[in-house]
């Protein structure tokens, strides 16, 4: 007895651990934490279905500890058998009949809610009433295009909060797949193939979207955001993405600019010019992240520029710096370019 105490004692510091690691995490990010429409009737479904496992523990745990103690082996009661009952009909219709009966309840809303989530029509009339946006995965980016906008960006995605966006996602190489946990649903994005998803957020902020399919040695790293602005703020910047940022000012940046062009335009963009294979980077210095993995920083920014394939493993971009043909000062350079692309 009294080594099991001990092991039970020595067992406390990992159960506390585990206590204080589960409040860990980036805010936004929770299925449990639903933040829109889609996500709320998700999470309540989890909830619900949760809530009939709880009920089914609870019972069957209370008949375990009921039967045990009840029909324990009595002092004096030498192989004592109770009575069988296998092949009890009323026994095995009763057991059989309930768990149909849960998964039932189970099914209804399940098979309810899929079908209207998945439900992407939009009737014509209502065109201006929802956003569409395609969805195209890359190792190891996002690419977000807004077809009827003519707009094209990456790694941020920005909404208007009220309304429905619908998207049509699709893979350039290998099988992601798109999750906004507190936006709600998780589609996979194949290669040659169309899937389809609807969300809505209810409030403003910036809600963490992550790749959930294994998809190579960067699947980890595969984060993008949702910025979700008020209806006006997203007008605007419809309009100043059409716009494009302003031309640099400072010697530095403009040099960094034309180096930008010679260098690094065959696969980037800015606005509609460049090359459509990497992340087009006409809002860059209004992005959160570098390389959807580091802090937006100018000293990250070079070090991704140098060598991406360092913060970032199996990345498509080739290393700039060291003996890449770029030296660290044109490396600067373009980096101070980079930081005045802003569309605010
Ligand atoms: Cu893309 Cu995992």
Redesign the pocket.
């Known amino acids: 007895m009294k080594r099991r105490w001990q092991l039970a004692l020595r067992l406390l510091p990992l159960a506390g651990l585990i206590a204080l690691l589960s409040g860990c995490g980036v805010k936004g990010v929770s299925t449990l934490d639903p933040m829109g429409d889609v996500a709320k009737e998700q999470a309540w479904l989890m909830i619900f279905s949760l809530l009939i496992m709880v009920v089914v523990v609870l019972v069957v745990g209370f008949i375990f500890f009921y039967v045990l103690i009840r029909y324990r082996n009595r002092k004096g009661q030498e192989d004592y058998i109770p009575k069988q009952v296998e092949g009890n009909t009323v026994l095995e219709v009763i057991w059989t009949v309930i768990p149909i009966l849960l998964l039932c309840i189970l099914a209804f809303p399940t098979v309810k809610q899929t079908f209207a989530l998945s439900d992407v029509s939009v009737p014509k009339a209502d065109k201006n009433k929802v956003v569409q946006v395609e969805v195209t995965?890359h190792?190891?980016w996002w690419q977000f295009k807004y077809p009827d906008k003519k707009v094209e960006t990456a790694q941020d995605l920005v909404v208007p909060v009220g309304k429905t966006v619908i998207f049509k996602i699709t893979s350039a190489d290998v099988t992601?797949?798109f999750w906004a946990p507190a936006l709600g649903g998780k589609v996979d994005a194949n290669p040659g193939q169309t899937t389809t998803l609807k969300l809505k957020a209810d409030h403003e902020g910036v809600y963490r979207g992550r790749?959930?399919?294994?998809?190579?040695a960067s699947?980890a790293l595969?984060y993008f955001n949702v910025k979700a602005v008020s209806q006006a703020d997203f007008n605007q910047w419809i309009k100043d993405m059409k716009k494009g940022p302003a031309a640099p000012t400072t010697a530095s940046a403009k040099e960094g600019q034309e180096l930008f062009k010679q260098n690094c335009m065959t696969c980037h963009a800015v606005g509609k010019d460049g090359g459509p294979v990497a992340p087009n980077l006409t809002d860059f210095a209004d992005r959160k992240m570098i390389g959807g993995t580091m802090d937006h920083t100018k000293e990250n920014l070079v070090k991704w520029i140098t060598n991406p394939s360092a913060e970032k493993p199996g990345v498509t971009m080739p290393a700039r710096g060291q003996s890449g043909k770029l030296t660290d000062d044109q490396i600067q350079k373009i980096a101070d370019y980079l930081f005045t692309l802003t569309v605010k």
């Open positions: 995965a190792q190891y992601h797949s790749c959930a399919e294994l998809c190579g699947h595969m």
